[in-house]
């Protein structure tokens, strides 16, 4: 009885934990586009709830993940299912095209971020 309880407790300390730095992680990377794009930039709440995206800044729905073990694929689905779910009339009648992009940081390691190749193509192509 005793050990059922205490594994009972370790699972649910490691999904708070685990929880915990998913959200000190998305504040971490909205603070780092709110000061590159010099506007302020805020987690979404209740997304995990939602099951959204965790940041939108215009048109670029982003899904921040703070982790060790990668999951990228399951990620990028993830944040590809958002944009589906998501209207696509803004509130200017025009249609919005989502950007869908997924973000990860490992411990002591850069942010990194991935998106759909056309709009790196795209983005390079401007760039050249």
């Known amino acids: 009885m005793r050990l059922a309880c205490w594994t009972t407790y370790i699972e649910t300390m490691t999904g708070k934990t685990s929880r915990d730095k998913g959200a000190r992680g998305e504040r971490e990377f909205a603070e780092l ?45 993830q944040v590809e299912a958002a944009c589906t779910v998501a209207a696509d009339i803004g509130e200017d009648g025009q249609r919005t095209d989502w950007v869908p992009v997924v973000v990860f940081r490992r411990n002591g390691e850069p942010w990194r971020a991935v998106v759909p190749a056309m709009w790196f193509i795209k983005a390079m192509r401007e760039d050249l």
Not at 45 to 72: C, T
């Open 33 to 77: 586009l709110s000061n590159e794009l010099g506007q302020v930039v805020k987690r979404k709440l209740g997304q995990a709830r939602d099951g959204g995206d965790d940041i939108q800044v215009g048109r670029y729905r982003i899904e921040v993940k703070r982790r060790e073990k990668l999951a990228i694929e399951a990620w990028c689905k």
